[in-house]
């Protein structure tokens, strides 16, 4: 019999399920969310659960892109959102590798919805 290890897990679907029921009680429809790289596990589960809040009120999951957790790609994340014909209303601001100031100063010459956690 193996010993029992410490373990953690993260619960993605409860956190992710409060900001978007939050932004939803703002009246915003149209919610980006720029995901993690499709090879680490921790990604794959903050999109599903992204995409499953969503369902969950009804709005469309279509305005989710791919990020590497860089700058540069965060912001390559960014101008492909910007980019689309409808765009999101908000867009929820969280990353340990991108300044604010940046994605704020993009998103305002896109005149785009700006919600900051």
Not at 27 to 36: K, L, Q, T
Request: charged share 20%.
């Amino acid at each position: 019999m193996r010993p029992a290890l410490p373990t953690s897990r993260l619960n993605y679907l409860n956190g992710i399920r409060q900001a978007v029921q939050h932004l939803a009680a703002l009246r915003h429809i149209r919610i980006a969310f720029v995901a993690g790289p499709r090879q680490l596990k921790s990604a794959l589960a903050r999109t599903a659960a992204f995409k499953e809040c969503i369902a969950e009120i009804g709005l469309s999951s279509e305005m989710v892109v791919e990020g590497d957790q860089t700058m540069e790609g965060g912001m390559r994340a960014l101008v492909q959102l910007v980019a689309r014909p409808t765009l999101p209303q908000p867009c929820k601001i969280h990353s340990n590798a991108c300044p604010e100031t940046q994605f704020l100063s993009t998103i305002r010459k896109q005149r785009a919805g700006v919600v900051q956690w």
